[in-house]
C-alpha cells in the first residue's frame, strides 16, 4: 500500500487513533498527517484525536489536533483510521462512516480491518513502523521522522519488548540520521516524570499484591485516589510497566477506576499468558504480551474475573 496514491485526488483529509490516545497512536496520527500535508499539496488535513498528554506536545502540529470532534466538512474525501479499528476511534467514528472512502492501518491482532482498504500487520512493532511503511521515503523529513520514532520506542518500550524485529531497528535507524535529539526524546517520553506521576506510582507499587505463587502482581487505584492527587489517566501511564519489572512475575494486571464501578485494566505477560485472548473475552484486546480492556464491578470482582482466566494460561490449560 502506497497511500500515496490513494490520496492523491483527495481535497479534504481526515486521520484519527484510539480513545485515550498513547504514543504511538499520536506518533503515528500525526506522522501521517505531516507526510499528507506535503504530499497532497492544498489538501486539508484534519487530525481528530482526544486530549494529548503534555509529554507529547513536542511533536509538530500537535496543537492543532482537533479534540472537539466538531468539522464543517461534511464528509472527508478520505479518512484514516490509525492504530486501531474504527470502533474504538471514539467521536471520531461517526466522522468516519460519513467518509468517501476510509482507508485502516493497524497491529492489533484483534482488529479484522474497518476500513475500504486495510493494512494490519499484526506483527508489526507498532503503528507508526506501518505508516512509515506505506509513505515515500523522499518526502521523509525531521518532523515526520521524530514523531515515528516517538510511536516506535512508545510500542516497544524502547525496543525492549518482544515486538522489536530487526526490521523495527533498521527503521529506528533511519529516522535517527533526520537529525532529532533522540536521547533527549526518550528521556523526555519515558523517564521523566512528574511529582504527582511519582506519588501515584509509589501508591501503585505499595498497595499492589502477588498472586499465583508471585507469578502474578496486581495493583488498582480508585477514583478517590485520582481525585486526592488531582491525577489524570496519563499519569497512570507506565506503572504497568513498572510492576512487570518485578522479579518472578510472569503477567501483570494495572487498573483504574474512571468512573464508579467501571474500571480501565492493562494486562502485561512475559509471553506465558496471551493477554490479548483474555482481553478479548471482556471486550478488549491488543497484542499477546500487553491489552487492554474496561470492565464493571468491584476492584475485586475484576481481579476475580481476570485471574481465573488468568490461571489457566499459568496452568497451561490454554493454548497460547
Known amino acids: 500500500m502506497k497511500i500515496s496514491d490513494i490520496a492523491k485526488n483527495a481535497k479534504t483529509i481526515g486521520i484519527s487513533g484510539h480513545i485515550r490516545p498513547d504514543g504511538d497512536c499520536i506518533g503515528s496520527c ?21 486530549d494529548i498528554p503534555d509529554e507529547f506536545k513536542f511533536i509538530k502540529d500537535v496543537d492543532l489536533v482537533n479534540n472537539s470532534y466538531e468539522t464543517d466538512v461534511d464528509s472527508y474525501d478520505l479518512f484514516l483510521v490509525i492504530d486501531c479499528g474504527k470502533e474504538r476511534t471514539g467521536k471520531a467514528e461517526s466522522i468516519c462512516d460519513k467518509a468517501k472512502m476510509v482507508v485502516n492501518i493497524d497491529h ?22 506501518l505508516v512509515y511503511d506505506v509513505i515515500d521515503k523522499n518526502l521523509m523529513d525531521t518532523d515526520i521522522a521524530q514523531a515515528l520514532y516517538t510511536g516506535i520506542i512508545c510500542d516497544t518500550g524502547v525496543f525492549k519488548y518482544s515486538n522489536t524485529a530487526p526490521k523495527t531497528m533498521r527503521i529506528a535507524a533511519e529516522l535517527i540520521t533526520y537529525g532529532f535529539d533522540f536521547g533527549q ?34 495493583s488498582a487505584i480508585s477514583k478517590q485516589t485520582m481525585d486526592f ?8 501511564d507506565g506503572i504497568v510497566s513498572q510492576l512487570m519489572l518485578t522479579k518472578g512475575v510472569s503477567c501483570a494486571i494495572f487498573m483504574y477506576e474512571i468512573e464508579p464501578m467501571k474500571y480501565k485494566v492493562s494486562l502485561r505477560s ?37 485471574t481465573l482466566y488468568i490461571e489457566q494460561y499459568m496452568n497451561g490449560e490454554k493454548n497460547k
Not at 199 to 210: D, F, K, P, T, V
Not at 277 to 294: C, D, N, P, T
Open 270 to 306: 512475559d509471553g506465558t499468558v496471551n493477554v490479548a485472548k483474555v482481553a478479548e473475552i471482556f471486550g478488549g484486546g491488543g497484542h499477546a504480551r500487553a491489552a487492554g480492556l474496561s470492565i464493571n464491578g468491584t476492584s475485586h470482582d475484576v481481579v476475580n474475573s481476570l
Open 30 to 50: 500525526m506522522g501521517m498527517a505531516l507526510y499528507l500535508k506535503k504530499a497532497v499539496p492544498g489538501a486539508r488535513v484534519d487530525v481528530f484525536l482526544e
Open 229 to 236: 492527587y488531582a491525577a489524570k489517566s496519563s499519569d497512570l
Open 185 to 218: 526524546l526518550i528521556d523526555s517520553v519515558f523517564y521523566e516524570k512528574t511529582y504527582v506521576q511519582n506519588q501515584i506510582l509509589g501508591r501503585a507499587l505499595l498497595e499492589s499484591i502477588l498472586l499465583m505463587d508471585g507469578k502474578c502482581i496486581v
Open 108 to 129: 492489533h491482532i484483534s482488529n479484522v480491518g474497518t476500513g475500504d482498504e486495510n493494512y494490519i500487520v499484526p506483527d508489526a512493532s507498532s503503528a507508526s513502523e
